[in-house]
């Protein structure tokens, strides 16, 4: 089975601090997701990495960045956390099929910040 | 550019009865079509997917959708719900070659007693 795990299922943080969100995958995927899930917005994505040290801005990167310094880790970065980044974050992992591929999801994290 | 319109935010339906959840989407090129569902506290997961060849798709749980490209519809059915049914449902479609997703905005399913 596919496993997609995320570091915490609920965080709580203080405006203005520095977040760290990681997600491990154990299918030696190349493809790695960020997500934010917002009640009726759907999922949208932050950002996505194909490969190794590789990434690419999703439909709203602003206020984030990421790493992915080995491939079954991809980290998400709030630089300076802001009451609007309240949200539920959804990591995900795929293998590339030309678009037919299935992507594998993480529980998520649930984030507040105050 | 490719998008997905989930039709009602919120479905309900009693035990037993027809479930109906409805996704339209607009594609540049001929579309790959995902339904996944989210049970409470929990990540998503695939239902069930169209890529090529038959248009009627079953999926797990019961779930079946068909492509109709003249409507550019995707909609999810199920026969008979059971209590266990109860979740978020979301449609996407394939952005082209490169993995990506484009997610309609979620349809949660009420299934009454």
């Known amino acids: 089975d596919v496993k997609v795990t995320q570091s915490s299922r609920y965080l709580v943080k203080r405006t203005g601090e520095k977040v760290f969100l990681e997600c491990v995958q154990d299918?030696?995927?190349?493809?790695m997701f960020w997500y934010r899930q917002d009640p009726g917005l759907g999922l949208r994505l932050i950002y996505f990495?194909?490969?190794?040290?590789?990434?690419e801005k999703g439909d709203i990167p602003e206020g984030y960045s990421v790493s992915r310094e080995k491939k079954e880790r991809f980290s998400l970065i709030l630089e300076s956390a802001s009451t609007n980044q309240t949200s539920m974050y959804l990591c995900?992992?795929?293998?590339?099929?030309?678009?037919?591929?299935?992507?594998?999801f993480g529980p998520g994290t649930r984030l507040l910040v105050l | 550019a490719q998008s997905v319109t989930q039709l009602g935010s919120h479905v309900s339906v009693s035990e037993g009865a027809l479930v109906l959840l409805r996704c339209n989407y607009s594609?540049?090129?001929?579309?790959?079509l995902f339904w996944y569902v989210q049970y409470p506290n929990q990540g998503l997961q695939l239902l069930l997917k169209?890529?090529?060849?038959?248009?009627l798709v079953k999926g797990i749980n019961g779930f079946e959708a068909e492509f109709k490209k003249s409507e550019t519809s995707f909609h999810l059915t199920k026969p008979s719900a059971h209590m266990s049914d109860a979740a978020e449902y979301f449609c996407?479609?394939?952005?082209?070659?490169?993995?990506?997703?484009?997610f309609g905005q979620g349809t949660t399913l009420q299934v009454k007693p």
């Open positions: 995900a992992s795929s293998h590339p099929s030309k678009g037919q591929e299935t992507q594998y």
């Open positions: 299918m030696d995927h190349e493809n």
């Open positions: 990495s194909y490969d190794v040290k590789m990434k």
């Open positions: 594609s540049s090129v001929p579309p790959y």
């Open positions: 169209y890529t090529t060849g038959a248009t």
């Open positions: 996407a479609v394939s952005a082209g070659n490169t993995g990506k997703l484009i």
